[in-house]
């Protein structure tokens, strides 16, 4: 009887849990599949709302493809942003995970407990350092290797992400060569491509994680630059 009632509640109430923001469909993706590596895969499951109800319970699941003809859920710990990326598969649907805390179409790794959103769009520094803050955000902050290796990862991951490098949050505008974060926090883990940081010229104050070679390490440049950029919404 218990067994009943808990399985009646979960199909009365979990669709709506999943329209309020845990679990975010993306209509663009309707119908197919991104084959890249993914985190793991479940058998004979029979619904979409399981699939993001398992994601839901690892930490690491970023979003999940419920691949309907095959019964199948398909684990990822990245976001996908292309549906040009993927292969058509009918009846597939896909689904990003987050909170009420992390808007829709943030990234949302609840495992580093970072909330980002992409912004594939080159323009100065300013104008991107002018958007994250009037949502109240700032450039992405990367203290560890952790979040370095998850960043790069979810750049890559897409064909509309992957084309320019990233401002990212670092600067040592106010005493040359101690780098810190925007809140005057002196950092303490670097990701440095090979050469860098020049310190070429004191306008070299600003942190970009570099494409090239598609390594996505960091190097210094000037404030003049127009590139993509990451804001970070703090949870």
């Not at 399981?50 to 930490?59: I, S």
């Not at 104008?127 to 790069?152: R, T």
């Not at 401002?167 to 040359?176: R, Y």
Request: with cysteine; hydrophobic share 35%.
């Amino acid at each position: 009887m218990i067994r009943t009632l808990l399985f009646l509640c979960l199909v009365k109430y979990m669709p709506a849990l999943i329209n309020t923001g845990f679990g975010v469909k993306w209509k663009d993706f309707d119908h197919v599949l991104v084959s890249k590596p993914f985190m793991f895969e479940i058998s004979n499951i029979y619904s979409r709302t399981r699939c993001v109800l398992l994601c839901l319970q690892n930490e690491a699941c970023v979003s999940v493809f419920y691949r309907r003809q095959h019964r199948r859920c398909q684990f990822h710990d990245v976001l996908f942003m292309s549906p040009e990326d993927g292969e058509h598969e009918n009846g597939t649907v896909y689904y990003s995970l987050t909170t009420s805390s992390c808007p829709l179409g943030y990234v949302h790794n609840r495992l580093l407990n970072i909330c980002y959103q992409l912004h594939p769009d080159k323009i100065p520094y300013d104008n991107g350092l002018a958007d994250c803050s009037s949502k109240g955000e700032h450039f992405v902050v990367i203290d560890s290797e952790d979040k370095q290796n998850h960043v790069v990862k979810q750049i890559k991951s897409s064909s509309a992400t992957i084309a320019s490098s990233y401002v990212i949050d670092g600067s040592d505008v106010v005493n040359e060569g101690q780098w810190a974060f925007h809140d005057g926090q002196l950092m303490t883990y670097f990701a440095w491509g090979p050469g860098f940081p020049t310190n070429s010229s004191s306008a070299r104050d600003y942190m970009f994680a570099s494409k090239l070679n598609n390594a996505f390490l960091w190097r210094d440049g000037t404030r003049a630059e127009a590139k993509y950029y990451i804001c970070q919404k703090d949870l």
